[in-house]
C-alpha cells in the first residue's frame, strides 16, 4: 500500500512536482484529489481514474475505487483489478482541491 504525502513530492508553489521524474507520479496523484473532492462538492467529473500500475509490463484495465477516510482525512483508492492501493495526505487545500473552506474545516 502506497502512503503519500502529496506535499513531499510537490515543489515550492505546491502547483507541480518537486522533480521532473515526479511529474507523471504527481499528475496521477492530482488526478484523484480532483476526482474525489469534485465528487463531494457535487461536482460533474468525467470518470473514475484509470489505474496507472503495469503488471507484468502490460497497463492495468482497472478504475480506481475512491473515498475519503473520515478517521484519517486521507483520500484512499483501490484498484480491484490489480489490487494497487494507496492513501493521500496533505491534499487539503492545493489548488487540486475542490471543497470550499468550510467542508475542509469537517474532515477533521
Known amino acids: 500500500m502506497w ?3 502529496i506535499q513531499d513530492w510537490l515543489d515550492e508553489t505546491r502547483t507541480g512536482p518537486a522533480t521532473p521524474r515526479l511529474k507523471s507520479k504527481v499528475k496521477k496523484i492530482t488526478e484523484i484529489i480532483t476526482y474525489l473532492t469534485s465528487e463531494l462538492m457535487d461536482i460533474p467529473v468525467d470518470s473514475l481514474p484509470k489505474c496507472w500500475r503495469r503488471p507484468k509490463r502490460k497497463p492495468c484495465t482497472g478504475l480506481l475505487d475512491i473515498f475519503l477516510d ?7 483508492w483501490f484498484c480491484e483489478v490489480c489490487g494497487d492501493e494507496g492513501a ?3 491534499w487539503e487545500g492545493l489548488i487540486w ?12
Do not use: L
Request: hydrophobic content about 30%; cysteine-free; proline content about 4%.
Open 3 to 5: 502512503y503519500i504525502n
Open 70 to 76: 473520515p478517521e484519517t482525512g486521507q483520500i484512499v
Open 88 to 90: 493521500i495526505s496533505g
Open 97 to 108: 482541491d475542490m471543497t470550499d473552506d468550510d467542508m475542509n474545516e469537517n474532515i477533521h
